[in-house]
């Protein structure tokens, strides 16, 4: 079962380069969300999608985009990246509200 | 808003002692309480859950008790091992927020044989 799937799983950045962190799952989840973990911090939601065409804020949005095109994809945008966002970032999936959310495997970006 | 919060790690035991990882909630409406585990180097995986209050969520030896008087999902095990080393995240979901996860900090957990 491939279930949530992230691409790259380690990526390194320059300041100021942009680049996409792929996410994709199979399961026909209606909710798909993106996080960041952060030492100490637990995670944090940045965006979020209820279903195809429709994405929202989450905690700590800026600096990202997303996009919703299919129900499988939902691919995170970094516009111009900065040394704040290197961070391990999270893609999860879900059915539907409130039921079990799936975590991919995570993404280690760095920015330097 | 919604918060959780956890102890404080890292916790640090021998193997066969008894677990407890506290976890208080706040939140406006009626969330289901989750526990997540995060094994080194791995994703997070859903380790139990608890959609209502008194319910019990287990797995794999662990257990947590839906309180809603007390606010509080403290996870439990009664005789741990060192497999169990890894961070536990206590997480809320609320059915008005479209099913968003509000996470705690993290708790690092280290068994010791």
């Known amino acids: 079962n491939a279930g949530v799937t992230q691409t790259p799983k380690f990526q390194v950045l320059k300041t100021g380069q942009s680049m996409t962190l792929q996410c994709a799952q199979d399961?026909?989840?209606?909710?798909m969300s993106w996080y960041r973990q952060d030492p100490g911090m637990g995670l944090r939601l940045i965006h979020y999608?209820?279903?195809?065409?429709?994405?929202d804020q989450g905690e700590v949005p800026n600096g990202y985009n997303v996009s919703r095109s299919t129900t499988e994809d939902f691919p995170l945008r970094l516009l111009s990246a900065a040394p704040s966002q290197t961070s391990v970032y999270f893609c999860?999936?879900?059915?539907?509200?409130?039921?079990?959310?799936?975590f991919g495997e995570g993404s280690w970006l760095t920015v330097v | 808003g919604n918060s959780v919060t956890q102890m404080e790690g890292p916790v640090t035991l021998s193997e066969e002692a008894f677990l407890t990882i506290n976890c208080t909630y706040t939140?406006?409406?009626?969330?289901?309480l989750f526990w997540y585990v995060q094994y080194p180097g791995e994703g997070l995986q859903l380790l139990l859950k608890a959609t209502m209050a008194d319910d019990k969520g287990s797995n794999k030896g662990f257990e947590a008790t839906y309180r809603k008087e007390t606010t509080s999902f403290h996870l439990e095990k009664g005789s741990v091992q060192v497999s169990d080393s890894a961070v536990y995240f206590c997480?809320?979901?609320?059915?008005?927020?479209?099913?968003?996860?509000?996470f705690g900090q993290g708790t690092e957990l280290s068994v010791k044989p």
């Open positions: 999608s209820v279903g195809a065409g429709i994405t």
């Open positions: 939140a406006t409406g009626y969330p289901s």
């Open positions: 999860a999936s879900s059915l539907a509200s409130g039921n079990t959310i799936y």
């Open positions: 997480a809320l979901s609320d059915w008005d927020q479209g099913g968003k996860l509000i």
């Open positions: 399961m026909n989840h209606e909710y």
